[in-house]
């Protein structure tokens, strides 16, 4: 039946349901021959629909998740309810994308079970001739995706180049892999490590060592897995994606940068979206917890508001210059700021240089300012009661002072909390997580080292000191909390912001993330300066007995 999939009739789904055989097919199947059919419906009809066919207790809530939760293979035409058809490309590539997807596991793999979605991408990735991007929010499991197709290239004799960003994600892969392919040579480059695909057939590189030498060994077929590929969109470090790769699979949270990499780099090379899981998909498999998000605003002090107003007019004016006189690009944020990284680096004596390191030192100083806001610090000591009713949490700051001020403030309340950042040697971060696992340690406060690539044990209130306008940055940070907990008890997200600033959500900030949340997250609630540490444990207390 899957073979023919794609030519199955309202008549044939009939005949599915008179033999109960619709109650064994996942949703998204069944959407995609009721939209091959009939383009157009909203979610009303497709229920309706669904409904006659013998699953009677279905919502619009089940269908709208498994909508939104598929994005690669449905589309809509934002009308009020949304009128929803196959995605480009979709019809034509769903009967191959059944028939890959009753392929059976590589040989070579003793991994656990994959879970639904995980097959489901890889089979799309299968069907697009093996390019493109699986796109799945931090938490569902992405890497599983990758190590499938690690292991499918090794039993077809090809050699695979794992990139990494760094070493914790060096270390990380190369056990994952070790134990879910016990049999495969799996060898380690950069960060002290020379292996090579000349005697192993998987390699994990570090991507700006990958970037100095040719890795793929010549005639030798071979696929690329680049881990965090939204990061290779820059110059130099598109240097590792070698075109001798037939096979490429790009694994991110989000598929976006804030500059002209994706369209310079990575589409060429990897191509667009093909799979992955999204919010949606993630509750209704149970793969993440239920979660509820609040965002915490603050006031400057006198002077601290003097201070940032200070360095924010300096970085405004100086931008206007290096846009109008300087020719730095306006947009996107991430080609301004890398023209003005390189102008920085020119002479003392020309303008244009003394221009981008003055912008440069003022727009640090904002951050500064805004990251080590005192207010922020007593929210966060009235949030000391919520930490210490949890089981474990994290808190998220933009630097390393921020962070210790962060971990020192929960000590003086009576929590147990350690701040983890790049100054801890290997062996001390891994002791820091290992005491976090144990319980040993309530919370981890850490700047960006906890965004990317820590494999941080199950927590479950995470704490943003510092907002970010990155979608994808706010994406993976939640993602550190969501995994499900043994009880069903939804997971606490908590942003802090200092009100009037660009950390505001009235002013613009999170404004997709936001979005994104709206159907999916339990509750979102704003919570003013005057919010006390006993509302928020009560909110925190409501969200645990809903469970």
Not at 175 to 184: C, E, I, K, M, S
Not at 257 to 285: I, K, M, Q
Not at 470 to 497: C, H, N, W
Request: glycine share 10%; charged share 25%; proline share 5%.
């Amino acid at each position: 039946m899957e073979q023919e999939a794609a030519e199955v009739t309202t008549e044939d789904l009939d005949q599915m349901r008179k033999g109960n055989d619709v109650q064994r097919e996942p949703m998204s199947v069944l959407l995609r021959h009721l939209l091959a059919e009939q383009p157009g419906q909203n979610k009303r009809q497709l229920v309706a629909r669904l409904q006659r066919m013998g699953l009677s207790g279905l919502t619009t809530t089940d269908v709208n998740r498994a909508l939104y939760a598929n994005a690669a293979s449905f589309a809509h035409d934002g009308a009020t309810p949304p009128r929803w058809r196959l995605a480009t490309g979709a019809g034509h590539d769903f009967a191959a994308v059944l028939a890959a997807a009753a392929t059976a596991l590589p040989k070579c793999y003793r991994g656990k079970e994959p879970r639904a979605w995980q097959i489901e991408a890889l089979a799309a990735w299968r069907a697009q001739g093996r390019r493109g991007v699986v796109e799945a929010v931090t938490g569902t499991g992405k890497t599983t995706v990758g190590v499938l197709a690690a292991a499918a290239a090794v039993d077809a004799g090809e050699r695979v180049l794992v990139l990494v960003p760094g070493r914790e994600l060096l270390d990380q892969w190369h056990d994952v892999l070790r134990h879910a392919l016990p049999g495969v040579r799996v060898g380690r480059f950069g960060d002290g490590h020379g292996d090579s695909l000349y005697d192993h057939s998987i390699l994990v590189a570090i991507v700006h060592s990958a970037a100095r030498y040719p890795m793929l060994p010549l005639g030798t077929a071979g696929l690329l897995v680049a881990d965090e590929v939204h990061r290779y969109g820059a110059p130099t470090f598109a240097y590792a994606l070698e075109p001798g790769f037939g096979a490429r699979l790009g694994l991110t949270a989000t598929y976006a940068r804030g500059d002209n990499g994706l369209v310079e780099h990575l589409e060429p090379y990897f191509g667009r979206v093909v799979a992955g899981c999204s919010y949606e998909r993630g509750l209704t498999d149970e793969i993440l917890a239920p979660f509820r998000v609040g965002f915490l605003g603050v006031h400057f002090t006198p002077d601290e508001q003097e201070r940032h107003d200070e360095y924010d007019e300096r970085a405004r004016a100086l931008r206007r210059r290096l846009t109008f006189d300087h020719g730095c690009p306006e947009e996107p944020f991430g080609e301004f700021i890398g023209a003005v990284n390189r102008l920085s680096e020119g002479s003392a004596a020309d303008p244009r240089t003394r221009d981008a390191r003055n912008y440069l030192t003022a727009f640090s100083k904002r951050r500064q300012v805004l990251a080590e806001c005192r207010s922020k610090q007593e929210a966060l000591a009235s949030l000391a009661l919520v930490f210490a009713t949890a089981d474990r949490g994290l808190v998220f700051s933009e630097t390393k002072v921020s962070a210790e001020q962060a971990a020192d403030v929960l000590r003086w309340n009576g929590v147990l909390a350690e701040a983890f950042t790049s100054d801890l040697q290997p062996d001390d971060r891994k002791d820091c997580l290992t005491r976090f696992k144990k319980g040993h340690v309530k919370v981890l406060a850490g700047p960006r080292l906890l965004d990317e690539g820590i494999d941080v044990p199950q927590a479950e209130v995470g704490v943003v000191m510092a907002g970010s306008r990155s979608k994808r940055q706010m994406i993976q940070r939640m993602g550190r909390v969501i995994r499900p907990k043994e009880d069903g008890r939804p997971a606490t997200f908590i942003v802090l912001y200092v009100s009037g600033t660009g950390e505001d959500p009235d002013n613009g900030a999170h404004e997709d993330f936001r979005e994104q949340l709206l159907d999916v997250a339990q509750d979102i609630v704003d919570f003013g300066p005057d919010t006390s540490g006993a509302d928020l444990l009560e909110w925190y207390r409501k969200g645990r007995l809903s469970i």
